[in-house]
């Protein structure tokens, strides 16, 4: 026995899965340091005093770049697909990004081309906006601004970076970098206890952090913050005697109290290996989790990540596509190289549910001329490398790319742009639903530069450092708070403006008034899928194309999703709906609900004050198919070929040889190159829809089904009969079957229309009779049509088609005496086959389409009488076997690469059904199977077989 098709199923399973990447998770995860720091006493905020204005040049010690790396293993490297936009091309209503907020911020104290912007909302109108010399705080969402001066608010000397940053909790951290002269710089971690806090400028206390505090000595400098779950954490490059790094996380609670509890991990190992020693990036992240992910580079081609668990710390390399961290130059319009300031540091990162990117700039390398940025995604699960993408423009650089998520995984983008024809300029994207790394994003200019920072004394002329992006905390928490930098009107730290943007898409825009909206995310699987949606949304949006986003006022009711049962993509590929699956944004464990299957149509009972996504989930198709092929043995008084405009008359120029077989059928051959017979003089005259019956052939000859006769019935419409009643139009398989006919080209023709010298016409030649049908056009048409026969003395008829316009006809022979209809066939496909004198034949026919994960059991009709018992082969293709040598003439064997054969007992005479199952498995979607079967039956023929026609069987999931 051959192995079963279930057994095919699982062998077929067995190959398509790829093998899965192993984790390289560490044995023992490293432990974390700790540490206390007692509160510091912070005074009452007074006036904020100018400071004097300066121009901030740093030492290069804030470089801190990595040698190129040779190339590492292959990975894939995709440059993503970008488009440049001074306004987002976007324009359909909630699609379209949106600029909510979008302003400057010069705050108090002094600008600096360095920039080095940080903003947060802690809640929807109390924010903080930091920069490296400057701050400013928000009671209003961010349109105005009211400076803080960091260099007078917490007493003398403070130096330079900043950071600011809010928990879920309501507590807020304004981190400043102090320098005391001679003695080491320092962080100074300020606490605003609520949002009203931090838009006042109130601040309860401070902890002072210096590298001391870790156990080593050194300047802390090149801060990042970030949130996740309990915990605050940051990080710091720590510059002394050698170049070393420190990550550290305080529980959001202890900040409210008068001693903070920290956890840290150290690194004085700048060579690479352990914690490694570069420059820390945190996943900025808008889901509740326990764990915090960062990553260095440990050189051009390998990247270090590190995921900070209740566990501890595991470290994981992963290897990269090269890029460079050399010679980042590209000279503005005025000649100056703006890009002097960029490293190969870090400075984007994200979290998401199922995914871990880093964002950083790599200069020219390859085939990309100018600096760009590098995005290297993996997946959570194991940290194993997704892709890395480049985002790049061939008449500009991009750098400082910042990055964070909001709560459906979307992300925003922050980023310089200059270089070429274009000053240094602040930009934005938005990797989503509408636009990703697959299908390509648009860099939205938010502003524009119109100058470079002035060249220092060393030649080099500094423009930023880094940028940020946070999740804003509005109810739906779908946009973003983004910082950036342009520098305008002059080459000064006071020509240096920084900006504020509270940004994302449309239908997610902030709560307007009494209001409360919950938006509606509307997916597929795949994209592109059109939904119909009741009622409109507030933007006046319904139903479109996956993805799109609508927007209700919270409380709507009975909001109705309709997915169509199939569709097609724009590759012609067919897809079947399977089911909704559907979440609240957020929700408490962040999974989908599956709605049942097959139902297409979904109702929103009541939307929340949280964003809704909907999924309508679709499997590839195809359409189940099953069609007969070639003839049963002992074969068919008939056999026929139905053409209409969806399998087009392909017999043109062909004809076929109908030879008298001594079992009283025809052995019919296949002619490729017939002649028409020019003497041609006879004409009948017929009209439209004429037969003229008992025409004489001036020969006996003798004619399966109707015995020796001497003359026939022709038919205006393309037939030649033994006792046909009258004339017929309509060409149908049941009349074919139940009269004695030759169906030369049987379609509504009319000979009356025909041109000049056309028509039927009936020719006796010394060596045959022929009957053509010249040039005659079908009804209600000009077409032509030319087929001609010719009866000769021997009993052969020979059938000749010359032009043949028809779009719909019927083409065959019948005695007239077949019970069951023997299936239509593709003549041109077989050289020759045989006939029987009119019995009925062994017909193999399918109960019900091939539908994956339902019964398609076979039938057996009309087996011999004398059946013992029989089989249905089963195989993966066709074949033409002939079995005459073996003692079944006019019988062949039709499956090749045979799988299983199913068994069925005897005695033969009435319907036989055979069980027939198809797994409920898509890796059989478009597997065509063929089938044949066979009888053992004394009598039938020498060899004492039954063979049925075969079977086509193509699964499918689709009727």
Same mark, same amino acid.
């Given at each position: 026995?051959?192995?079963?098709?279930?057994?095919?199923?699982?062998?077929?399973?067995?190959?398509?899965?790829?093998?899965?990447?192993?984790?390289?998770?560490?044995?023992?995860?490293?432990?974390?340091?700790?540490?206390?720091?007692?509160?510091?006493?912070? +005074?009452?905020?007074?006036?904020?005093?100018?400071?004097?204005?300066?121009?901030?040049?740093?030492?290069? *010690?804030?470089?801190?770049?990595?040698?190129?790396? #040779?190339?590492?293993?292959?990975?894939?490297?995709?440059?993503?697909? &970008?488009?440049?936009?001074?306004?987002?091309?976007?324009?359909?209503?909630?699609?379209?990004?949106?600029?909510?907020?979008?302003?400057?911020?010069?705050?108090?104290?002094?600008?600096?081309?360095?920039?080095?912007?940080?903003?947060?909302?802690?809640?929807?109108?109390?924010?903080?906006?930091?920069?490296?010399?400057?701050?400013?705080?928000?009671?209003?969402?961010?349109? /105005?601004?009211?400076?803080?001066?960091?260099?007078?608010?917490?007493?003398?000397?403070?130096?330079? @970076?900043?950071?600011?940053?809010?928990? #879920?909790?309501?507590?807020?951290?304004?981190?400043?970098?102090?320098?005391?002269?001679?003695?080491?710089?320092?962080?100074?971690?300020?606490?605003?206890?609520?949002?009203?806090?931090?838009?006042?400028?109130?601040?309860?206390?401070?902890?002072?952090?210096?590298?001391? /505090?870790?156990?080593?000595?050194?300047?802390?400098?090149?801060?990042?913050?970030?949130?996740?779950?309990?915990?605050?954490?940051?990080?710091?490059?720590?510059?002394?005697?050698?170049?070393?790094?420190?990550?550290?996380?305080?529980?959001?609670?202890?900040?409210?109290?008068?001693?903070?509890?920290?956890?840290?991990?150290?690194?004085?190992?700048?060579?690479?290996?352990?914690?490694?020693?570069?420059?820390?990036?945190?996943?900025?992240?808008?889901?509740?989790?326990?764990?915090?992910?960062?990553?260095?580079?440990?050189?051009?081609?390998?990247?270090?990540?590190?995921?900070?668990?209740?566990?501890?710390?595991?470290?994981?390399?992963?290897?990269?596509?090269?890029?460079?961290?050399?010679?980042?130059?590209?000279?503005?319009? @005025?000649?100056?190289?703006?890009?002097?300031?960029?490293?190969?540091?870090?400075?984007?990162?994200?979290?998401?549910?199922?995914?871990?990117?880093?964002?950083?700039?790599?200069?020219?390398?390859?085939?990309?001329?100018?600096? *760009?940025?590098?995005?290297?995604?993996?997946?959570?699960?194991?940290?194993?490398?997704?892709?890395?993408?480049?985002?790049?423009?061939?008449?500009?650089?991009?750098?400082?790319?910042?990055?964070?998520? /909001?709560?459906?995984?979307?992300?925003?983008?922050?980023?310089?742009?200059?270089?070429?024809?274009?000053?240094?300029?602040?930009?934005?994207?938005?990797?989503? @639903?509408?636009?990703?790394?697959?299908?390509?994003?648009?860099?939205? !200019?938010?502003?524009?530069?119109?100058?470079?920072?002035?060249?220092?004394?060393?030649?080099?002329?500094?423009?930023?450092?880094?940028?940020?992006?946070?999740?804003? $905390? *509005?109810?739906?928490?779908?946009?973003?708070?983004?910082?950036?930098?342009?520098?305008?009107?002059?080459?000064? %730290?006071?020509?240096?403006?920084?900006?504020?943007?509270?940004?994302?898409?449309?239908?997610?825009? $902030?709560?307007?008034?009494?209001?409360?909206?919950?938006?509606?995310?509307?997916?597929?699987?795949?994209?592109?899928?059109? !939904?119909?949606?009741? +009622?409109?949304?507030?933007?006046? =949006?319904?139903?479109?194309?996956?993805?799109?986003?609508?927007?209700? &006022?919270?409380?709507?009711?009975?909001?109705?999703?309709?997915?169509?049962?199939?569709?097609?993509?724009?590759?012609?590929?067919?897809?079947?709906?399977?089911?909704?699956?559907?979440?609240?944004?957020?929700?408490?464990?962040?999974?989908?609900?599956?709605? $049942?299957?097959?139902?297409?149509?979904?109702?929103?009972? @009541?939307?929340?004050?949280?964003?809704?996504?909907?999924?309508?989930?679709?499997?590839?198709?195809?359409?189940?198919?099953?069609?007969?092929?070639?003839?049963?043995?002992?074969?068919?008084?008939?056999?026929?070929?139905?053409?209409?405009?969806?399998?087009?008359?392909?017999?043109?120029?062909?004809?076929?040889?109908?030879?008298?077989?001594?079992?009283?059928?025809?052995?019919?051959?296949?002619?490729?190159?017939?002649?028409?017979?020019?003497?041609?003089?006879?004409?009948?005259?017929?009209?439209?829809?004429?037969?003229?019956?008992?025409?004489?052939?001036?020969?006996? &000859?003798?004619?399966?089904?109707?015995?020796? &006769?001497?003359?026939?019935?022709?038919?205006? /419409?393309?037939?030649?009969?033994?006792?046909?009643?009258?004339?017929?139009?309509?060409?149908?398989?049941?009349?074919?079957?139940?009269?004695?006919?030759?169906?030369?080209?049987?379609?509504?023709?009319?000979?009356?229309?025909?041109?000049?010298?056309? =028509?039927?016409?009936?020719?006796?030649?010394?060596?045959?009779?022929?009957?053509?049908?010249?040039?005659?056009?079908?009804?209600?048409?000009?077409?032509?049509?030319?087929?001609?026969?010719?009866?000769?003395?021997?009993?052969?008829?020979?059938?000749?088609?010359?032009?043949?316009?028809?779009?719909?006809?019927?083409?065959?022979?019948?005695?007239?005496?077949?019970?069951?209809?023997?299936?239509?066939?593709?003549?041109?496909?077989?050289?020759?086959?045989?006939?029987? +004198?009119?019995?009925?034949?062994?017909?193999?026919?399918?109960?019900?389409?091939?539908?994956?994960?339902?019964?398609?059991?076979?039938?057996?009709?009309?087996?011999?009488?004398?059946?013992?018992?029989?089989?249905?082969?089963?195989?993966?293709?066709?074949?033409?076997? $002939?079995?005459?040598?073996?003692?079944?003439?006019?019988?062949?064997?039709?499956?090749?690469?045979?799988?299983?054969?199913?068994?069925?007992? =005897?005695?033969?005479?009435?319907?036989?059904?055979?069980?027939?199952?198809?797994?409920?498995?898509?890796?059989?979607? %478009?597997?065509?199977?063929?089938?044949?079967?066979?009888?053992?039956?004394?009598?039938?023929?020498?060899?004492?077989?039954?063979?049925?026609?075969?079977?086509?069987?193509?699964?499918?999931?689709?009727?």
């Amino acid at each position: 026995m051959k192995p079963s098709l279930l057994l095919l199923g699982a062998l077929a399973g067995s190959v398509l899965l790829a093998p899965t990447a192993v984790a390289q998770t560490p044995q023992s995860p490293l432990q974390p340091f700790t540490g206390t720091v007692r509160a510091t006493p912070v +005074p009452p905020a007074g006036p904020d005093l100018a400071a004097p204005p300066r121009h901030m040049v740093e030492s290069d *010690h804030k470089r801190g770049g990595y040698v190129d790396a #040779p190339i590492g293993p292959a990975n894939a490297l995709r440059s993503v697909p &970008v488009e440049l936009a001074t306004l987002e091309p976007l324009g359909g209503a909630a699609e379209a990004k949106q600029d909510f907020v979008e302003t400057a911020v010069i705050g108090s104290g002094s600008r600096s081309t360095v920039g080095e912007p940080s903003a947060t909302m802690a809640d929807a109108s109390n924010g903080f906006y930091t920069g490296n010399h400057h701050a400013a705080r928000t009671t209003d969402g961010g349109s /105005n601004w009211t400076g803080v001066n960091p260099a007078t608010r917490f007493g003398s000397g403070f130096c330079c @970076d900043q950071r600011v940053i809010t928990h #879920p909790s309501g507590v807020s951290i304004w981190l400043l970098q102090y320098s005391n002269g001679s003695g080491p710089d320092t962080h100074k971690l300020a606490v605003a206890e609520t949002p009203a806090a931090l838009g006042s400028n109130t601040f309860a206390r401070s902890f002072d952090f210096a590298a001391t /505090n870790f156990g080593i000595t050194g300047d802390l400098d090149f801060p990042d913050v970030a949130v996740a779950g309990d915990f605050f954490y940051f990080a710091s490059n720590v510059f002394g005697a050698s170049f070393n790094a420190v990550v550290y996380r305080i529980r959001a609670a202890d900040f409210l109290t008068g001693n903070v509890s920290f956890s840290f991990f150290r690194a004085t190992n700048p060579g690479g290996g352990g914690l490694g020693g570069g420059s820390y990036r945190f996943t900025q992240t808008a889901i509740d989790t326990d764990t915090m992910y960062f990553a260095e580079h440990r050189n051009t081609s390998r990247i270090a990540l590190f995921r900070w668990g209740p566990s501890g710390l595991s470290i994981f390399e992963r290897d990269v596509p090269q890029w460079s961290a050399s010679n980042y130059v590209d000279t503005c319009p @005025d000649g100056v190289d703006w890009l002097s300031r960029a490293d190969s540091r870090i400075t984007g990162g994200y979290q998401t549910l199922e995914e871990v990117g880093f964002m950083w700039t790599s200069s020219a390398v390859g085939n990309i001329t100018r600096p *760009h940025v590098r995005v290297a995604r993996f997946k959570k699960s194991d940290l194993s490398l997704i892709r890395v993408q480049t985002l790049n423009f061939g008449d500009t650089s991009l750098a400082y790319p910042a990055v964070a998520p /909001n709560i459906a995984g979307h992300l925003g983008i922050t980023l310089a742009m200059g270089g070429g024809t274009r000053f240094p300029s602040y930009c934005t994207a938005l990797v989503d @639903d509408i636009q990703n790394f697959q299908r390509g994003l648009t860099i939205t !200019i938010e502003r524009s530069g119109d100058d470079t920072p002035a060249v220092a004394a060393d030649g080099e002329a500094r423009f930023g450092d880094y940028f940020t992006v946070t999740t804003a $905390p *509005h109810s739906d928490r779908m946009t973003f708070i983004g910082t950036g930098l342009a520098q305008r009107g002059g080459s000064g %730290g006071s020509n240096s403006e920084p900006r504020f943007q509270h940004w994302g898409r449309a239908a997610f825009q $902030p709560n307007a008034g009494p209001l409360n909206f919950a938006g509606l995310i509307v997916k597929s699987e795949p994209a592109g899928v059109p !939904i119909d949606m009741t +009622p409109f949304d507030f933007l006046g =949006g319904a139903g479109d194309t996956t993805p799109f986003y609508r927007k209700f &006022v919270a409380g709507t009711a009975s909001i109705q999703l309709t997915a169509p049962a199939q569709f097609t993509d724009g590759n012609g590929q067919l897809f079947r709906f399977v089911r909704w699956r559907t979440k609240s944004v957020p929700d408490e464990d962040l999974s989908f609900a599956s709605r $049942p299957v097959g139902q297409r149509t979904f109702i929103i009972s @009541d939307i929340g004050s949280f964003s809704d996504i909907c999924v309508a989930d679709y499997e590839e198709a195809s359409r189940a198919n099953a069609e007969r092929y070639g003839v049963a043995c002992p074969p068919s008084g008939a056999f026929y070929e139905l053409f209409d405009t969806g399998s087009p008359f392909d017999l043109a120029n062909k004809g076929i040889i109908l030879t008298p077989e001594r079992s009283g059928g025809w052995q019919v051959a296949v002619d490729p190159s017939p002649f028409l017979d020019q003497r041609i003089a006879n004409n009948l005259n017929l009209g439209d829809d004429v037969l003229a019956a008992g025409v004489s052939l001036g020969f006996a &000859v003798n004619i399966p089904g109707a015995g020796s &006769v001497s003359t026939v019935d022709v038919d205006s /419409n393309g037939r030649l009969g033994w006792g046909l009643s009258s004339s017929d139009f309509s060409e149908s398989v049941g009349e074919f079957l139940a009269e004695n006919m030759l169906a030369v080209v049987w379609d509504d023709l009319n000979p009356s229309a025909a041109v000049a010298g056309g =028509g039927v016409y009936f020719d006796q030649t010394p060596q045959y009779t022929m009957c053509t049908w010249l040039r005659v056009p079908e009804f209600n048409t000009s077409n032509e049509n030319t087929v001609q026969v010719r009866f000769f003395r021997s009993g052969i008829i020979e059938v000749s088609w010359r032009d043949v316009a028809s779009t719909d006809s019927l083409v065959g022979f019948s005695t007239g005496l077949s019970a069951r209809d023997p299936g239509g066939m593709n003549l041109g496909a077989f050289a020759s086959f045989i006939t029987g +004198p009119g019995q009925t034949e062994m017909i193999l026919n399918s109960a019900a389409l091939p539908i994956l994960g339902q019964a398609s059991n076979f039938q057996v009709f009309d087996a011999p009488a004398s059946t013992q018992f029989g089989v249905v082969n089963l195989g993966l293709s066709a074949a033409n076997l $002939p079995l005459a040598a073996i003692g079944a003439p006019g019988c062949s064997g039709y499956v090749g690469n045979q799988l299983d054969g199913l068994p069925f007992a =005897g005695p033969g005479g009435s319907t036989i059904t055979v069980p027939f199952a198809i797994p409920n498995n898509l890796d059989f979607l %478009g597997l065509e199977l063929f089938a044949q079967a066979l009888a053992v039956a004394p009598g039938t023929n020498v060899l004492g077989l039954a063979a049925s026609n075969g079977q086509k069987l193509t699964l499918g999931n689709l009727p």
